[in-house]
């Protein structure tokens, strides 16, 4: 990690390949997150400046999903016990977009996505499934 880069750019490692599947069989707890960020960027996850992790957790997902590091920006993260949900919009808005009628204001899509233990040798699994109703919500609430 590079300290004298911002938060954004912090973490220099390679962004890995990532196996995407829609399932929802983990839970991203701090212990997971902590292994995810030492076997991918030999970084430990630093529970009093996460941003770095953030950040880069974003790039890991924007590249699986939209095959472009940067598309995912960083909108805001929760904590709800030992877990954390970090927040990202989509920065090209390349999704066709559903106007509620006679408003403005577009349909909110939020996805929760977890990492299986990542293995020594293979790529970092990830599962997702729609968000469930409570965590779209906080979403919402922090747009």
Known sequence: MDETLPDSKA???PVPIVDVATED??????KRLDSLMQSVAEVPYNFNKPWPSWFYIGKVLSKAFFDNEEQLEWLNAVRVRDREFIAFSNTEKNIPVQKEQNTEKEELRVVEV???KPQPGEN??????PARGIICQKVQDCE
């Open 124 to 129: 970092l699994k990830l599962f997702w499934k």
């Open 11 to 13: 973490i220099t490692a």
């Open 25 to 30: 069989r983990h839970k991203l707890s701090d």
């Open 114 to 116: 977890d990492f299986s």
